[in-house]
């Protein structure tokens, strides 16, 4: 049961992340307009090298991108309302083309992170409580901004055509794991979990093969990003996105910032005729570890499947993570798992607690709750990562089968 201050911080926290979609344009413009500045700091000789180079031109198509970009998430936040928030009135949230001296830039509280390039899309962190936006105009800040770039890219790896490498490195395994195990079964009386869904791509690949498949996402970036997409797409490469332009580190050359990215590649309603296909928005360990469920949708033993892709280190205790797996699986039922052990919540800034275990101690941890593991292996993989720019990072990501055995000890 939630109390009326949960309820308020969750419609708080979701009025500000429509207010990041609506205010990308005003927060990366200026951005963008402190290189501009920054010219200005250098001497004569080497703004003329900088104009002969066609610098100047080049942060003007940037501005283009931006607010090309900034049109398709206006798309996204067009009637926030249908997640059954009040939204206040968004006017003010931000001109297009207007920039503020005081509006946060890239610079401030900026860290260049090259040790953990992952952060998870579907993250449960979130930042302090945030100012309630009815006492002012909410401004977003780095963190929230670094959520909605992530989210731009999350849509190149789901739902383009530029994704499709990464996306067979990681979902083709493990759909070929999951046909693999209930060969010969009826597969729209088999029901598939995809909790940490993201923008839902391997729960709707899941569908289409005809099992029944339900997503589970807890962010709103997510939640609103996927709604666009698996509800409000017409046509496949309808929408237009520039995904790369807002870091000129490691940029081969204008052409790579520049790149345009179309989605998506497949046409989401085109699913067969009496698909079961649904996402469901909420915290994995609130609505799938609950002892008692809605009697509508039984949990506890009623899952064949559940996939987890990139999705274990997320949780503050791997070990209840674990647990709900074991105890929501149907006997015999199978949870295949994809992904690194990036802790999610490893010196987290706001003192929640951090259960962080190695590989080795996953997978016992695994077998001693009820699990038996097969086809263990490791799968080589990048995570959002774009293949034409200088720097990659590869995740040497952990695979296996597990098949429940026992009851959870």
Known sequence: MFSEDDIEEEQVHFQNVVATFRQYARYSLNANNRRRKDIHTIPLADRELLTKLGYGQKLKDVDKAILANAAF?????????????????????????????????PREGF????????TH????????????????RYRPTEFDMDKLRSTIKLFVRDWSKDGKTERDLCYEPMKKALEDHFEGKDRSTLRVLVPGAGLGRLAYDVAKLGFACQGNEFSHYMLLASYLILNRTQ???????YPYIHSFSNVLSRETLLK???????????????????????DFEEIYGAENTDENEP??????????????????????YLRILHRILAPGGVWINLGPLLWHFENNENEYPSIELDLAEVKELARTIGFKLYDERTIDTSYSSNDQSMLGYVYHAAFWKAVKVSPAE
């Open 235 to 241: 046509a496949i490469d309808e929408h237009t996105i």
């Open 121 to 136: 899309a579907h993250t449960h962190n979130r930042p302090t409580r945030p100012s309630d936006p009815r006492k002012g």
């Open 73 to 105: 998430l206006d798309k996204i936040v067009e009637n926030p309302e249908i997640f059954g928030h009040e939204i206040d009135d968004p006017a003010g949230d931000g001109d297009p083309g207007e920039t503020e001296n005081d509006v946060p830039g």
């Open 299 to 320: 949990q506890a033993g009623k899952w064949d499947a559940i996939l987890t892709c990139f999705f274990i280190d997320t949780a503050k205790n791997v070990v209840n």
């Open 111 to 118: 860290t260049h992170e090259h040790a953990h390039p992952h």
């Open 260 to 282: 345009a990215v179309t989605i998506p590649d497949v046409l989401p309603s085109d699913l067969p005729s009496g698909s079961n296909f649904s996402l469901v928005a909420g």
